[in-house]
T-cell receptor, first 116, second 110 residues
Framework: GAGVSQSPSNKVTEKGKDVELRCDPISGHTALYWYRQRLGQGLEFLIYFQGNSAPDKSGLPSDRFSAERTGESVSTLTIQRTQQEDSAVYLC??????????????FGQGTRLTVV | QKEVEQDPGPLSVPEGAIVSLNCTYSNSAFQYFMWYRQYSRKGPELLMYTYSSGNKEDGRFTAQVDKSSKYISLFIRDSQPSDSATYLCAMITNAGKSTFGDGTTLTVKP
């Protein structure tokens, strides 16, 4: 596809379950970012991948959160033992080049996670 | 205190009005200043970005950055109902660390 694709669009899960969110970046984009957006708030940085370099995980809120990306392809964000405070929209973005190119990042439509 | 504070809104204006959206920040390391538009249940869409201080114009949109005051603005001229959305400011340091404002929801009434 032409844009960043995220799946699922919506996910309702029970507290304590694990969830996996998927992001398909724009082809050729080496940089990939995950953000969390709580209702009525801005984007909170979670993790950044650049090619085959070690990811910047400094934004992950706890060890229940992890993400993987193989090369320049699909990324998955996993949340283990979900809690109600994990309810949010999880957004993925990708861009060409380095982290400074966030000014040219394209976002997916997000995955709306609801933990009940 | 948050690194980036955005006027909370919501803002409601009549069609054709000039809209001013504003953010202040505290981190002097921010070098890139962006404005995103986010429609309901969609991802943010980049409108404009500015490097360091100055103005940038794109059609009906003008972005201003005043680094001495740590203040940025987005002006929308001749606002249209299609401009109704949440507007997010965002800032990036040279090291690539990004911080977003909480957004201002704008409604333009026909």
């Amino acid at each position: 596809g032409a844009g960043v694709s995220q799946s699922p669009s919506n996910k309702v899960t029970e507290k304590g379950k694990d969830v996996e969110l998927r992001c398909d970046p724009i082809s050729g984009h080496t940089a990939l970012y995950w953000y969390r957006q709580r209702l009525g708030q801005g984007l909170e940085f979670l993790i950044y991948f650049q090619g085959n370099s070690a990811p910047d995980k400094s934004g992950l809120p706890s060890d229940r959160f992890s993400a993987e990306r193989t090369g320049e392809s699909v990324s998955t964000l996993t949340i283990q033992r979900t809690q109600q405070e994990d309810s949010a929209v999880y957004l993925c973005a990708s861009s060409l080049g380095s982290r400074g190119a966030q000014t040219e990042a394209f976002f997916g439509q997000g995955t709306r996670l609801t933990v009940v | 205190q948050k690194e980036v504070e955005q006027d909370p809104g919501p803002l409601s204006v009549p069609e054709g009005a000039i809209v001013s959206l504003n953010c202040t920040y505290s981190n002097s390391a921010f070098q890139y200043f962006m404005w995103y538009r986010q429609y309901s249940r969609k991802g943010p869409e980049l409108l404009m970005y500015t490097y360091s201080s100055g103005n940038k114009e794109d059609g009906r949109f003008t972005a201003q950055v005043d680094k001495s005051s740590k203040y940025i603005s987005l002006f929308i001229r001749d606002s249209q109902p299609s401009d109704s959305a949440t507007y997010l400011c965002a800032m990036i340091t040279n090291a690539g660390k990004s911080t977003f404002g909480d957004g201002t929801t704008l409604t333009v009434k026909p």
